[in-house]
């Protein structure tokens, strides 16, 4: 049973059957759809990579597509995929033991990595997952053209080869072309969005709830938040659709209510994903202190439309191809279609497009929240309601009159934003270029041409949108090439990082100490997971407080609101998260591996042990004692050499220093005993810190970056050691407690003394932790990780409870002496995420066995 004006359950007018029938527009069988669908995804897939080739971007040449968040999240993420498919994973799905010092995964895993085409990574090299990561995307740009191809047979009977054509379009979108095809997981919003279409199209012929159920949690399993908005989407469809037939309101409620149900059950379904990252994103690190700003200049907006169009600040990236926004334009003057199905539409159309520029509206297709990233993630909705119009139109063939008024609209729309920021000048040539083409094309096709003649249209039509297509493309990468803007980026995966992966992969510590990635070997934000190392750096949107703050209140520096951590190079750090072995570089294109004495990664803590041992509260130097369980640091008072600056509670006001002139600064001057190693906390300084003729840079800018702890130099013989700060702006200030001296030999025999009493042996499992500690323990047992929600921790075979903070570190108290641990780590709400499917397969179990059951009870069906 196949769709018509609505659905045959639905009853067609006379109207649709004369349109389809007319000759104007021939449908074709089964077969056919299928070789159109196919033909779909080959052309958007060619013309994608056609436009990737023409610039010479990766994988076609030397222009890097990996830049920001594809090159610093999703290329690790599924280089972790990888490891975890090949069994070389530190960790599981539940959690990741590689990145900062210990975190959930599995919040991580359902967001960046269930798009099914990602689970190819596994069948490519592990030093190619950018190739990968590209061919993720660009199968899901096919699957979505293919797909579309098939829905818009649904939404109205008519040529699969035209559909095919309009499909295209909406494949390879401005969403996909500017946002989506970087962003690998959201590409799945592209192919949800049809495949919801088909869903809703059952429940208007009343068939198939249980597949539909299947679908929607299929779609929300691979990517739950580009899901959200394709069902938003749908649904509105669905209520145009119902509005707009000839049928009475009890049809209208019956259908609602099985797609409503359809829709409960698929999320039911679908529940592990949405409770498990719910939680995640609200037990993470806040993001209200980002200003996200969805305004959009009028004119900018409207530019956004025509194919190759960019702007900056960023505006709604909508277009879909010269072809559909001139369809979409005539629709309407198209007499063919009904009047009230042609308002329908426009008003569809201008009502979603207003409220992606209206603050209440975008939180709602945002989840009610907007991203401190790019504000405009749902465009690739209203590209899929614009292709939708163009069928509606385009199904029953539009006279001359109504193509010529559509291709009016289509100049006027150029003259009033030829000069806007932008369009560029590809895409103002493609426009009127493409416009003039295809308005040409489809008055010819109108005519009612013999069969080969029609063909023949029909193939240059073709021609033009994969050309044009490709050509939008390339204005897009063109604009957005990183080395354009000075950011001079290579592939991911240097030569450098395989040499440090390598290295690293040669040696494995865990479970007695880590191996970890020194700050110099910087590749990606993820290091820990591209290079297989268990160091600090860590960039995710669920990066929870606990670890943001835990290690950040030991001297870890943090960018994007604690969402990215920073790792550092810090002996007193390494000791208590158990580094023994540290990769650095010493040279261009070498790294080294360096072994230090190091902890086991549980310790145990001495009752009492817990205080600042003479550092003032507070300070990074009193919670690094206090970690440690001895004193290891004094804090000197600083000497400034200019008197005339008062002294605040905050810290001594730094001197702004005029540009040019590097003997102006803030000199400063600490007494510390000879031989001790000098480090300066400074989260929020911004500015060049000199000692010893070497320069430390500090980059904080509160309360979206903070600065690490960096190590000065070594006090000299005569117990003076003295630094100077630059810094360009007018409003700094150093802490009084910015300076810590480490004392080397009262270190040393802390790592002795816990290396002496921690655990004789650790077992570390893919989400868990267990140790043997010396027989009656007592005090605290530490775990060198972090304390996110949903460890809980046993002793002697106890029942489990949450563990402690100690100094932000996982603490377990002993009582009165213990022998051993054991600590288990579960996803908070995955629990109640697997009772959610639970009900969802009984709902469904229900579904089918009850007719059956009234059947064999001889009772009439409902």
């Known amino acids: 049973m196949s769709s018509t004006a609505i659905s045959p359950a639905l009853g067609s007018t006379a109207t649709d059957r004369r349109a389809a029938r007319g000759g104007t527009v021939r449908g074709g069988g089964r077969r056919v759809g299928a070789v159109a669908a196919l033909v779909a995804a080959i052309m958007s897939m060619t013309a994608y990579c056609a436009g990737l080739a023409a610039h010479g971007t990766f994988p076609f040449g030397p222009a890097p597509r990996a830049d920001n968040d594809l090159r610093h999240q999703y290329v690790p993420f599924h280089t972790y995929l990888w490891d975890l498919q090949h069994g070389e994973v530190q960790g599981d799905l539940f959690f990741n033991w590689q990145s900062g010092y210990g975190v959930g995964f599995l919040g991580d895993f359902l967001t960046y990595l269930t798009n099914p085409f990602s689970w190819l990574t596994g069948l490519f090299p592990r030093g190619e997952v950018e190739f990968a990561v590209f061919v993720v995307s660009l199968l899901s740009t096919g699957l979505a053209a293919a797909l579309m191809t098939v829905f818009l047979g649904r939404l109205r009977p008519g040529s699969p080869w035209l559909r095919a054509l309009l499909a295209v379009g909406y494949a390879v979108c401005g969403w996909n072309v500017a946002e989506g095809a970087v962003v690998p997981m959201w590409m799945w ?197 614009l292709v939708m119009a163009a069928w509606v139109c385009l199904a029953r063939m539009p006279r001359a009159r109504a193509l010529l008024a559509g291709a009016a609209l289509l100049g006027l729309l150029i003259a009033l934003a030829y000069d806007a920021q932008a369009v560029n000048r590809h895409a103002l040539t493609g426009t009127l270029v493409g416009g003039a083409v295809f308005t040409g094309l489809l008055l010819l096709y109108a005519r009612g041409l013999r069969r080969r003649a029609r063909a023949a249209v029909v193939g240059s039509l073709a021609v033009a949108v994969v050309a044009g297509t490709a050509y939008s493309v390339y204005a897009v990468t063109l604009v957005q090439d990183p080395n354009r803007r000075g950011h001079s980026r290579t592939q991911t995966m240097t030569s450098l990082g395989i040499e440090a992966h390598e290295a690293l992969s040669a040696r494995r510590g865990r479970p007695d100490t880590r191996t970890v990635a020194g700050p110099e070997v910087f590749v990606t934000n993820n290091d820990a997971m591209l290079l297989r190392s268990q160091g600090g750096s860590y960039y995710s949107s669920y990066v929870t407080p606990e670890t943001a703050s835990g290690l950040g209140g030991l001297g870890l520096g943090e960018s994007m609101g604690g969402r990215h951590l920073w790792p550092v190079r810090d002996p007193v750090l390494h000791a208590l998260l158990g580094v023994g072995a540290t990769l650095d570089v010493p040279g261009p294109d070498r790294v080294r591996l360096r072994t230090v004495p190091a902890p086991p990664l549980v310790t145990v803590r001495a009752p009492g042990s817990d205080r600042a041992h003479g550092a003032p509260e507070g300070s990074v130097w009193a919670k690094r004692n206090a970690a440690l369980g001895a004193r290891v640091y004094t804090v000197p008072d600083l000497a400034y050499e200019d008197p005339g600056v008062a002294h605040t509670p905050a810290g001594r006001p730094l001197r702004r220093a005029e540009s040019g002139d590097p003997d102006q600064g803030n000199t400063f001057t600490a007494r510390c005993a000879p031989g001790s190693r000098v480090f300066l906390h400074a989260p929020a300084l911004r500015a060049d810190v000199l000692a010893g003729g070497s320069s430390e840079g500090f980059h904080g800018d509160p309360p979206v970056r903070l600065a690490p702890l960096k190590e000065l130099g070594e006090v000299p013989a005569d117990g003076r050691f003295t630094f100077t700060v630059r810094t360009g702006d007018d409003v700094q200030v150093l802490p009084a407690d910015a300076l810590g001296c480490l004392d080397v030999p009262a270190f040393d025999a802390v790592v002795g003394q816990l290396r002496a009493t921690g655990a004789t042996q650790v077992r570390v499992g893919g989400h868990s932790v267990s140790a043997d500690l010396p027989k009656g323990s007592v005090g605290t047992a530490v775990v060198a990780t972090t304390v996110p929600p949903g460890w809980t921790c046993s002793v002697d075979g106890g029942p489990a409870r949450p563990p402690v903070s100690h100094q932000g570190l996982m603490g377990v108290p002993l009582g009165d002496g213990a022998d051993r641990i054991a600590c288990t780590y579960v996803p908070p709400g995955l629990k109640a995420g697997l009772a959610g499917s639970g009900a969802g397969v009984l709902a469904i179990a229900a579904v089918l066995l009850l007719p059956r059951l009234r059947r064999w009870r001889g009772m009439p069906d409902a």
């Open 189 to 385: 919003g592209l192919v949800a969005l049809p495949l919801l279409g088909i869903a809703s199209d059952w429940c208007l012929t009343e068939r198939r709830w249980v597949l539909g159920s299947f679908l929607v949690a299929f779609c929300w399993f691979a990517n739950f938040y580009t899901a959200a908005m394709a069902t938003m989407a749908v649904a509105l469809v669905l209520f145009l659709r119902l509005l707009t037939a000839d049928v009475d309101w009890r049809v209208r409620g019956r259908i609602l209510w099985r797609a409503a149900t359809m829709t409960v059950t698929g999320l039911l379904l679908a529940a592990p994903v949405i409770l498990v990252c719910g939680l995640a994103n609200a037990q993470a690190q806040p993001t209200d202190r980002y200003v996200v700003s969805v305004h959009t200049p009028f004119l900018n907006y409207l530019a956004m439309f025509m194919p190759g169009s960019l702007a900056s600040p960023t505006a709604p990236n909508v277009f879909v191809g010269t072809l559909v926004l001139v369809l979409a334009l005539a629709l309407p003057f198209q007499s063919r279609v009904p009047a009230r199905e042609r308002l329908a539409w426009s008003l569809l159309i201008v009502l979603t497009a207003l409220s992606f520029v209206f603050t209440p509206t975008a939180k709602a297709w945002q989840g009610f929240a907007l991203p401190h990233g790019a504000p405009f993630r749902e465009s690739f909705v209203l590209s899929g309601l």
